[in-house]
């Protein structure tokens, strides 16, 4: 028997990556969707049609059959006591009701940042900090839930995290200074406009910053006593928005406590990539990271379906003279696959697999 899954926010550009991730899924079901009163009581395939009727899928191939004439409900029509996860991929405002209201009786996996900063709530990221999810109980007991709520980070903090990780516990990374070059499908259906867009860049993208500096401090943390204790690591960074459509570039450097030569880099994502906790999940992909030594990498247009979206290529890694102990690479993640949707299936396989579903 499938868990029966609720999408949530269904028609957005999350939600329609979503529908994609759980299409044909051999663990989950998804039996309900829902978005906001504008989509409401509309078939999901209706509910995609811009204000000029055309039907705006924007994941690539076809729509999957299944979801096509499903309906498309309100949040208040969302019948919890048939179903076993809710998949909630709305605006953080929106979010925070909204999940709240669903925790209370069901599991539910987020890719907002509604909950993301509480105290009792770890930011998961499927490999990366599994150990967290231990933090779930607290949260139940603290708030008196059926239920929980797990975020993934902001897409942004995903790459540079997944990177980190090895360089953090091996090489004892303290220092990170990155500067992003984000995808225009970051922002969601009506996030920047093409005319702003076009032959440009947007040197600021509100509140993302300030993201990534707590939540890759939180993501690497130590779970301790109930509580994450947060890694001792400064992070400065500066978010822009770029001319592509998806999958996110960052270009990194890092300052380590002890020596580290980029020629061995290679090595350590590979042995991570060979002990890598969610290996044979149905939405892993077979190498969690791709390392380049062709200058050339990584590039969105050639990154962003290596391992359908779900891995992290690294590149351009070189000893970063400014630093006694450094490197410097460039990372490619995909914003919309393990930046959000189909990460956050990864991690209900993984919450799944330790029984939390
Ligand atoms: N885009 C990315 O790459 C990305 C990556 C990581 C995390 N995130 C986060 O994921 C969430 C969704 O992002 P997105 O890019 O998919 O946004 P989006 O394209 O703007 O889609 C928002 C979705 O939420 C629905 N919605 C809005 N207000 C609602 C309400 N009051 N009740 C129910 N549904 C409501 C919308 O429905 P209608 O169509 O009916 O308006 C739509 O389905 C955000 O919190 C975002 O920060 C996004």
């Known amino acids: 028997m499938k868990k029966k899954v609720a999408i ?8 329609q990556e979503f529908v994609q991730s759980l299409n044909d899924h051999p663990w989950f079901e998804v039996t309900q969707i829902a978005a906001s009163e504008r989509s409401a009581g509309k078939k999901y395939v209706d509910a995609i049609r811009d204000d000029s009727g055309i039907v705006a899928w924007d994941v690539g191939g076809e729509i999957p059959d299944y979801i096509k004439d499903m309906p498309v409900l309100t949040i208040d029509e969302i019948n919890v006591a048939e179903l076993d996860l809710i998949f909630s991929a709305v605006e953080s405002q929106a979010a925070r009701d909204i999940e709240t209201k669903f925790a209370k009786d069901l599991p539910v996996i987020s890719t907002s940042s509604a909950y993301r900063y509480e105290e009792d709530v770890p930011i998961l990221i499927p490999g990366v900090n599994d150990e967290q ?3 779930l109980e607290v949260q139940k007991k603290n708030r008196d839930w059926k239920g929980w709520v797990a975020p993934l980070p902001n897409c942004t903090t995903t790459g540079l995290a997944i990177t980190l990780k090895p360089l953090f516990e091996k090489y004892g990374a303290k220092k990170v200074m990155m500067t992003s070059m984000q995808a225009i499908s970051g922002g969601g259906k009506t996030g920047v406009s093409a005319m702003g867009i076009t032959d440009n860049i947007l040197p600021y993208i509100p509140k993302e910053e300030g993201k990534v500096r707590k939540e890759t401090r939180k993501i690497l943390g130590k779970l301790k006593d109930g509580k994450i204790e947060d890694a001792d690591i400064r992070v400065s960074c500066t978010c822009t928005r770029v001319p592509v459509i998806d999958g996110h570039t960052e270009s990194v450097f890092v300052e380590t406590e002890k020596e580290i030569d980029p020629a061995l880099a290679k ?12 290996a044979g999940l149905p939405s892993a ?9 062709d200058p050339t990498r990584p590039q969105p247009r050639m990154e962003r379906e290596v ?5 992290t290529t690294i590149g351009r890694v070189e000893k970063e003279e400014l630093f006694d102990n450094g490197i410097k690479y460039m990372l490619f993640s995909h914003n919309k696959k ?12 993984m919450l799944y697999k330790k029984d939390k579903i």
């Open 338 to 349: 393990m930046g959000s949707a189909k990460g956050a299936v990864l991690l209900a396989e």
């Open 133 to 135: 999810a231990e933090l």
């Open 267 to 278: 090595g350590t994502y590979e042995t991570y990539n060979k002990e890598i906790s969610v």
């Open 285 to 293: 992909p077979e190498d969690y990271y791709a390392f380049h030594e």
């Open 8 to 15: 949530i926010g269904v028609t957005g550009a999350v939600g």
């Open 307 to 311: 391992g359908d979206g779900m891995t």
